[in-house]
């Protein structure tokens, strides 16, 4: 088979699996699983305003009454671990509420008004379909962009979008939560925007009008996205900058995008939703700055699985958080091997919004790591940061050996089959379930002909197969060994007598 046919055959295969794998974590979990899901849920059933037996008003501004089966949702199974999602749910009644974004415009608008469209009576149907819609946006979005990126461009796509989707991408891009959106403009923003300085002609065009889009997705999820749409814009700036005048005119791009972040970030506070603080105990200030600082990569890995999925009351297996942070760290510290003073100074923007963004959080509300903040809010970061490290290295493999892929994939194909089997026993049964088999004892399902071991398969199949079919495309101009690494027994032995 040709090397052409490889690739015509990758480009379908890849991103199809990819989406299935996304939508088999989509059914994982329940309706109000993802971390703060009931004011997201509330939000959006309230974006077109009061709506009878949907989103009904009542004496005071702060409160509305919603369905109970979405109000309630999450609150049995909510930070109880043991507890599988069995809560005995009012299907027809209505609950009253302080939590939504109507009150306290802790969000920007526009993601809750596009996931108003999913909205029906049926509430776990609606959540299915807003989190299939996210999947396929992620997948459709990137699928675009990798064919308008010129050619040197597409491996870096491809890589920062997946070193470090397992386990917290996989398991937020497919829900009803606005940091689904962040993840995307973070993987794609920075490239688009790069891309159209270095296109011509349509495509030139089409990743204007691609950033334009990804620049409103994020920045319209999420005020802290927006900020993070301006690291992205600075990103792809210095890595394209020329000293020429049709730069300069270019720049007009960027510019304008910054003006929409700034209009999106300035609509919203996004200071309802935190979570329960860890009390600092008053300490004095630069004690309290001295123990965040020490504390702070407790958030960098803990997007990589360190800290639970949910509401961060489903803890992973070591051997996920553990494999895919010693993937992450070892291409971040691979792609240290090539650079200019472009790319350090575009790694040095991002890793500096890493370090001051949540210590800026933290000591104005005067909080340790460990509450507050959580790596969902800095993990668009994380997938940036490891995205401009890789810029320079040649060919799709980035210059590693055949080996070396063949560990990567298969670290990341098994840590995301057993973070799907880890979250779907959290639900099921309870993290207090044992054994392979998730159809024993179910506590908890879809009224689906799917059963849980079939999500399971179908999703761990599905990613393998997106996974395989991108290294299958590149495999033969992969090297088999480093060229400097070559030695052969009687060197090795001579060394050793020596």
């Not at 959540?127 to 990137?142: E, T, W």
């Amino acid at each position: 088979m040709t090397r052409r046919t490889r690739q015509i055959v990758a480009a379908v295969l890849a991103p199809l699996a990819l989406l299935v794998a996304l939508l088999a974590w989509g059914v994982s979990s329940p309706q109000g699983s993802s971390p703060d899901e009931d004011y997201h849920m509330g939000s959006i059933w309230c974006a077109n305003g009061p709506i009878e037996g949907r989103c009904e008003t009542t004496d005071s501004d702060r409160v509305r009454a919603l369905p109970s089966d979405l109000a309630e949702a999450a609150q049995c199974f909510a930070f109880k671990p043991d507890q599988a999602a069995t809560c005995p749910l009012d299907e027809n009644g209505m609950t009253y509420t302080q939590r939504g974004n109507w009150y306290d415009n802790g969000y920007p608008p526009v993601f809750y008004g596009v996931m108003t469209a999913f909205v029906t009576d049926d509430v776990s149907l609606s959540i299915l379909m807003m989190r299939a819609f996210n999947a396929l946006l992620f997948v459709g979005v990137l699928c675009a962009l990798f064919f308008l990126l010129p050619l040197r461009m597409r491996p870096n796509l491809v890589w920062a979008s997946l070193i470090g989707i397992v386990p917290l991408g996989m398991f937020l891009i497919p829900s009803a939560n606005p940091s689904s959106w962040a993840i995307l403009q973070a993987s794609g923003l920075w490239l688009a925007v790069w891309g159209f300085f270095e296109q011509t002609g349509r495509k030139k065009v089409a990743l204007a009008a691609l950033s334009t889009v990804l620049m409103l997705i994020g920045a319209g999820a999420r005020s802290d996205a927006a900020a993070y749409g301006v690291v992205a814009l600075a990103v792809a700036v210095v890595l394209a900058f020329r000293p020429t005048r049709g730069f300069l005119l270019q720049l007009l791009l960027p510019a304008g995008l910054a003006v929409i972040a700034g209009a999106l970030f300035l609509t919203s506070g996004q200071s309802g939703v935190l979570t329960s603080t860890t009390e600092s105990g008053d300490l004095p200030f630069f004690s309290l700055l001295f123990s965040n600082v020490q504390a702070l990569p407790q958030l960098w890995i803990g997007a990589l699985g360190f800290w639970g999925l949910g509401w961060l009351d489903t803890q992973l297996p070591a051997l996920v958080w553990g494999t895919t942070f010693g993937l992450f760290a070892a291409l971040l510290f691979w792609g240290l091997k090539h650079g200019n003073a472009r790319k350090w100074l575009a790694m040095a923007g991002v890793l500096a919004a890493l370090v001051v963004v949540p210590l800026y959080i933290l000591m104005r509300e005067g909080i340790m790591v460990g509450s507050g903040v959580q790596p969902r809010y800095v993990y668009p970061l994380v997938i940036m940061l490891v995205g401009v490290a890789l810029v320079g290295l040649k060919d799709a493999a980035l210059g590693l050996t055949r080996v070396q892929v063949g560990v990567v994939a298969a670290g990341i194909i098994g840590a995301n089959s057993i973070a799907l089997h880890t979250n779907l026993r959290r639900y099921i049964t309870g993290a207090d379930g044992t054994g392979i088999n998730l159809d024993r004892g179910i506590e908890w399902w879809w009224n689906a002909p799917l059963s849980p071991m079939g999500v399971w398969a179908l999703g761990s199949l599905a990613f393998a197969a997106a996974i395989v079919a991108l290294v299958w495309s590149v495999w033969p101009s992969i090297t088999r060994t480093s060229p400097r690494a070559r030695w052969n027994d009687e060197d090795l032995f001579a060394t050793i007598d020596r």
